[in-house]
């Protein structure tokens, strides 16, 4: 085990030199808090990097409607103990237009209510440097991706457009228009946050370990019934099952996995042995090759 | 220094089979999830020959849409792997297009291990050597050679040996000491991972067992270095943040911090939320410092007892990144690490031919060139030469205006020229010299297009100063280009010479208690800019004369736009090249109007 702490300790050093480096260049950066396990490690990431300072960044929070309860739940009590200023924003045409998971298109659903509600949020807060926790180990546009990843003008990536990146100097500033994606967990895998999280003792979302949960099988994904809101078929009942999630959006399009993992400890033995990629899990992700790539350059995170 | 993670780099011309060798690395050693390779063997692209059922390796590492389209890598992809004995290997998938190459350099730029592949059907190419010459400028440590493809010539011993003697006869124009070659097939899997039976002439390594068996060198008892990222406020708390690049420091260290050159001693050190008594090389902490000590981003803090002094003048090499191409005596923006500066390049020594090393004469460097530079900073650095220290002696430089990384640079060493002078402080001053002439010495700086009123204005606004018996003197362009500026032309590289050393003898005339007027084209936003940073805030008023190019055709007083729109003048502003209007002007001059009452607008700003 002395390897991988001494590669944890590696991971985080560097972290931590990027968030500071943002801290120090940008007028108006946030950190983009998405509930998830990535986000939990940025946080906590943050904390040390600027103890005993407060962290210097406001966090965003793009809620869609749809997220699970527990994340919501989560997320104010992750507000609360920390004292952290959050800013939640919402797409408010989409929701009063009836833009939804399940009659919309999973496409255009998420263009509406993530993409746009986040460039609205960028704007209207003048946020010139957003920090995400994307990994390159997460899907193949990712591995493309610069630490520092400049945006133009509307929040498009373009991919033919990157700054050349070297060593570890970094070029954050910015012409008029643009804008900066920041990832300081780049060079991490899903094993090291989750050891990460283990070592560090980090509270993330109870939906990362498993339970009995009402889900419903759509095709070969195991989909959980959060609220009423989802279309049941015409006799159609969800069963419980002990699942957990590796990543978490919204509760219609964010597989469960059936798993008996109920600590820390155990998830990472699992992650460990499966050999599936995280985003299986993801509906969106398996739209086409490019969904990723396609879905930045209109200014997805 | 960091062991536990490695940095590992791929290159070699397209097609030599890059992608298919990471794509074997990394599913025989399982390190890719196994949907991803189901779908590579199912997915094809257009043209592809690879057999139903077999993995098409490329689709595991070419993540962008055009690069699928077109089957080559235009951008670096990082991959992660776990070597066995538990350490991690980042993989950078560099492209190997010639139009690329700076892509290249960016992956090359963190490498500790260069793989570079031959296509043994074809042998050594110039892009083999191009991307040598890169590791070598970037300091890759250890090179693997991996001759490619043996499948195809049978596995032959006699193939391997020539190859690998051609090589080694270019190899002494590198400084590459740790290198080695491997016979290969990575579409077959021979000496990837396991050893092949194909080549019992080969006793060596594997691929996987010659980047595991690499360690990096142990770092010998090196002084403490580190550069400030922010000062870190809270209740009773003052603190700096900073990572350790180099050496080690412990509580109770006395350090001093560069420039001020300030001596202190490190009271508490705060890493992962609590205060420990020592930090490695790597390490991201806090220090605080006893007694406090005034320091600020990018400030360098090192052990007391060595000597640093750091210099204004640089040797560097420059690998140049941008379509535009690199303009000597124009400001750039020097990064390195948390430290900005402006810079220019004063001069370019030589370009080197990456295919044979050779060293040519060059008057600027475009896109993918590298050269030797010589470099002027605003203020004094203390930068290492690269090959001691990857960290304190890389620099970028930035366009001012697009904010684009534009060249990355490596010191070479720093130039005694910079040491050697002193500023010699002058008993009579500025102020002593503007009371005895009574008035406030300025540089009035009018920009604007050819034949918009520049001159005119400059000469008539002398005359009201002479009669109001102020001491000024004008600097016209075309006078200068009759003495000081006759060598230079009219490219964007002689203008931007050309309003530097204008800039400059105005610094001398200003110093000297005058009143200057400058008429100069001066078209380019940055070349003003940087004409103003060499100014007291205040005393450069620029002026722009702000003319209908129509109308400055219709006057055309020495009949240039006639010359320049036959061709006979390249590069003539509003013709042959583009005037930018300045953004931010102290004073905008309707050029249509009357002389006198511009005069009259100027006289009542510096009155």
Known sequence: ?301 | MQTSVLRLLTCGSVDDGKSTLIGRLLVETDSVPHDTVGAARHVRRAGSTIAAGDIDFSLLTDGLEAEREQGITIDVAYRSMSLLDGRRLIISDAPGHEQYTRNMAVAASRADIAIVLIDATKGVRTQTLRHLMICNVMGVSRVIVAINKLDAVNYSHEVFSAIKDDLLSHMSRFDLPDIDFIPMSALVGDNVVAHSTNMPWYAGSSLLESIQSWQPKKSEEVTMRARVQSIVRAEDFRGVSTTIHRGKVSVGDQVRIHPSNQVATIATIVADMKKVEKADEGDAVTLVFQPEVDITRGDLIASVNEEISGSDRFSAHLVWLNEEALIHSRSYLLISGPTQIPVIVTKIRHSIDVNTGEEKPANTLVMNEIGVVEIATNAPLALLPYKESREFGNFILVDRVTSESVGAGMIRHALRRGENITYQAYEVDKSARESAKNQRAKIIWLTGLSGSGKSTIANALEKRLHALGMHSYVLDGDNLRMGLNVDLGFTAEDRAENVRRTSEVGKLMLDAGLIVITALVSPFEVDRQRARSVFNEGDFIEVFVDTPVDVCISRDPKGLYKKASEGKIPNFTGVGQDYEKPTNPEITINGEVDTQISTEQILKFIL
């Open chain 1, 1 to 301: 085990m002395r390897v991988n702490t001494e590669i944890l300790k590696a991971l985080e050093n560097e972290s931590i030199e990027i968030l500071r480096e943002t801290a120090a260049s940008f007028r108006k950066p946030v950190l983009m808090y998405s509930i998830g396990k990535d986000s939990s490690v940025l946080l906590h990431l943050a904390k040390k990097a600027f103890y005993p300072a407060p962290i210097p960044f406001q966090l965003l929070h793009i809620d869609t409607t749809w997220k699970f309860k527990e994340m919501i739940t989560f997320r104010d009590k992750v507000v609360a103990d920390n004292n952290l200023s959050l800013i939640v924003n919402t797409n408010k045409e989409g929701v009063d237009s009836g833009v939804n998971p399940f009659t919309t298109g999973i496409s255009e659903y998420t263009r509406i209510m993530k993409t746009v509600a986040l460039r609205q949020a960028l704007d209207d807060h003048q946020i010139d440097a957003a920090i995400g926790g994307s990994r390159r180990d997460e899907e193949k546009s990712r591995a493309k991706e610069r630490v520092f990843s400049l945006r133009d003008e509307g929040h498009r990536w373009n991919p033919r457009n990157q700054r050349p990146e070297m060593w570890r100097t970094y070029n954050t500033r910015l012409a008029p228009g643009q804008s900066m994606r920041v990832f300081p967990i780049s060079d991490w895998t899903e094993l090291d946050v989750w050891r990460y999280i283990a070592q560090e003792k980090i509270e993330v979302n109870p939906l990362y370990f498993a339970k009995e949960r009402p889900v419903v099988t759509r095709g070969d994904q195991l989909i959980m019934v959060d609220d009423d809101r989802y279309p049941l078929g015409v006799g159609e009942k969800p069963e419980m099952l002990e699942v957990r999630f590796r990543t978490l959006g919204c509760y219609p399009l964010t597989a469960a996995v059936q798993s008996k993992a109920k600590t820390i400890e155990e998830v990472v033995e699992e992650v460990f042995a499966v050999k599936l990629s995280e985003r299986a899990t993801r509906l969106i992700d398996g739209a086409h090759e490019d969904s990723m790539e396609k879905k930045k350059s209109e200014g997805y995170f």
